[in-house]
Nanobody
Framework: QVQLVESGGGLVQAGGSLRLSCAAS????????MGWYRQAPGKQRELVAT???????NYADSVNGRFTISRDNAKNTVFLQMNSLKAEDTAVYYC?????????????WGQGTQVTVSS
């Protein structure tokens, strides 16, 4: 199976920055997209940013211009650079991996890392 190890969460003041990392290991063949989602208390999980194996990126409107997603394909690691953080960014952030093997489309989730932005 695929294991996802997340790091980089924590407490930061509004306007500050954090960098999240997610490293995939195990059965990593066929990974074609990685991304970040977040879930705030009382809210549904929402897309933050995604990046394909070819480098195509997609951002939620709420973070576009402030967050940057990138990946190191050789290390199967995805990053999320979060700048100009706002209190509204407070949430548990989950790493997501999409993997295609044969005809199966598989999806994996990290355990989540807490990001708290104080105002």
């Amino acid at each position: 199976q695929v294991q996802l190890v997340e790091s980089g969460g924590g407490l930061v003041q509004a306007g500050g920055s954090l960098r999240l990392s997610c490293a995939a290991s195990g059965s990593i063949f066929g990974i074609n997209a990685m991304g970040w989602y977040r879930q705030a208390p009382g809210k549904q999980r929402e897309l933050v940013a995604t990046i394909t194996s070819g480098g195509s990126t997609n951002y939620a409107d709420s973070v576009n211009g402030r967050f940057t997603i990138s990946r190191d394909n050789a290390k199967n690691t995805v990053f999320l650079q979060m700048n100009s953080l706002k209190a509204e960014d407070t949430a548990v952030y989950y790493c997501n991996v999409k993997r295609r093997i044969f005809t199966a489309n598989l999806e994996y989730w990290g355990q989540g890392t807490q990001v708290t932005v104080s105002s």
